[in-house]
């Protein structure tokens, strides 16, 4: 069995923890406002057991993906004290919010240990390809540029600038980027309907995290042995491209190809300045096979002082929900493509992907998805769609509006219902997408 196939898999684990916490943020709001819990189910039935405890029917189901709270009187009929039918608009308001809720905390608590223990790490962000006749190559941006600022803001991810160049399509964007160790300053207006697969400006970006570039092997005979470059060194510059993370070793490998470059290497403490002759290559060569260089990325964490862990693993919480939401309205206006949406099955290619490509410690990049995922699941679940808690949510601030008068629960329930179809329908449509994206072998990954 495959490693990728197996680190797929995570996604399983994942996904039950994040809905069984979505589904104990409705327990917990049940039980606080006086309303009876009929049943708390882990999976979707049929159902495989079920037991009694605290006046709770606890089910385990078939089906392995989900959970769900019954409570009584959510079919608006129940006209019991302890009945969510019973209760105030606004105590029902609490109950539908609270799943979300939940997940927005587990995904500031999975923040606040990824910066307490881990630290915070920061990305580099190049562009990879310029389309011909696009703003961007009218800015004169390059492939191996790297984007250090957009529209005034610090670059942290691939993100920021695809996001930036949405918002500021059809005025002029400035941009400052780093090219042979020097910031160019230059100016860009991304376009409002790009040409398909190209995006506002033109050009694909891709990051790297900024790392310590060391040499865990040399091939007896080859390029970098004859340089002296030896196993545990760290690359420090290559010619004059200062190596910060992988793809500036790779453009410092490329700017000296078929000529004689100097290396700078740190070794056992101090640096040595080596000369490495190269073989003419191309832009898809292997630079570590052409230099017979083994090379393993050791990323660089920032240590967070404790003070200051919870408002940065806060702070950054809230920056993905930002983001999120940005993508989600770009998605809405049609400013960013669809092919990015995915089922649990395209959740697991994305997974096993960046565990394959990321040289974070797995725990780390597992905790990111589990916060990444657990900030959508809130946000989707808010949207005002019916069957959705959002949906259930606009139904209750109706009620408001109308001065305490409820649309009538047959009504509503056929809504939810008609929501509930339409919705299973679309996953079923993005689950045959991601089987023909994953027997395509087509990447989510730039």
């Known amino acids: 069995m495959s490693q990728g196939f197996l680190n797929g898999l995570y996604i399983i684990p994942i996904l039950a923890v994040l809905i069984l916490v979505h589904e104990f943020g409705h327990f917990f709001a049940a039980r606080s406002v006086g309303v009876k819990v009929e049943e708390f189910g882990i999976g979707i039935p049929p159902r495989i057991k079920g037991w009694m405890w605290d006046g709770v029917l606890w089910s385990i189901n078939w089906i392995p993906f989900g959970g769900f709270v019954k409570v009584l009187g959510e079919d608006g009929k129940s006209t019991d004290p302890r009945s969510m039918n019973a209760k105030?608009?606004?105590?029902?308001?609490?109950?539908?919010?609270?799943?979300?809720?939940?997940?927005?905390?587990?995904?500031?608590?999975?923040s606040v240990v990824v910066v307490g223990i881990q630290g915070v790490s920061t990305s580099n962000v190049y562009i990879g390809s310029v389309a011909p006749k696009s703003p961007a190559a009218n800015a004169g941006w390059k492939e191996g540029d790297r984007i250090i600022e957009v529209g005034g803001v610090p670059v942290r991810s691939a993100d920021d600038v695809g996001r930036s160049a949405r918002d500021f399509a059809g005025n002029p964007m400035s941009v400052v980027i780093l090219r042979d160790g020097k910031q160019v300053d230059t100016t860009v207006t991304p376009r409002v309907n790009p040409p398909q697969g190209e995006g506002p400006t033109g050009v694909g970006v891709s990051e790297a995290l900024v790392s310590n570039v060391l040499v865990t092997a040399v091939a007896p005979g080859s390029p970098g042995a004859a340089a002296g470059i030896a196993p545990g060194d760290a690359i420090v510059s290559v010619g004059d491209v200062d190596v910060t993370d992988q793809f500036?070793?790779?453009?410092?490998?490329?700017?000296?190809?078929?000529?004689?470059?100097?290396?700078?290497?740190?070794?056992?403490?101090s640096e040595r300045t080596l000369t490495l002759a190269l073989p003419p290559l191309d832009a898809n060569?292997?630079?570590?096979?052409?230099?017979?260089?083994?090379?393993?990325?050791?990323?660089?964490f920032t240590h967070v002082p404790a003070m200051d862990v919870i408002p940065r693993g806060l702070s950054d919480a809230l920056t993905q929900t930002g983001q999120m939401l940005a993508g989600l309205r770009d998605l809405v206006t049609g400013r960013a493509p669809l092919a990015g949406i995915a089922g649990p099955i395209g959740m697991g290619q994305i997974t096993s992907e960046v565990l394959q490509s990321s040289p974070l410690p797995k725990w780390v990049t597992l905790s990111q998805i589990a916060t990444l995922?657990?900030?959508?699941?809130?946000?989707?679940?808010?949207?005002p769609l019916p069957a959705l808690d959002g949906g259930r949510m606009l139904f209750v601030i109706i009620e408001m509006l109308r001065g305490g008068k409820r649309v009538a629960p047959e009504r509503e329930g056929i809504v939810h219902l008609a929501g509930l179809v339409i919705l299973l329908g679309l996953m079923f449509i993005i689950a045959f997408l991601d089987v023909g994206r994953l027997l395509g072998g087509r990447s989510f990954l730039p």
């Open 88 to 110: 105030a608009p606004l105590q029902r308001a609490f109950f539908l919010v609270a799943g979300s809720g939940m997940n927005f905390l587990l995904a500031v608590a999975l």
């Open 285 to 300: 060569a292997d630079f570590q096979q052409a230099t017979g260089l083994t090379l393993k990325l050791d990323p660089i």
């Open 373 to 383: 995922l657990s900030l959508n699941l809130a946000i989707l679940n808010l949207l």
């Open 248 to 269: 500036a070793f790779a453009s410092g490998i490329e700017a000296g190809s078929g000529g004689k470059t100097s290396v700078v290497v740190r070794r056992g403490g």
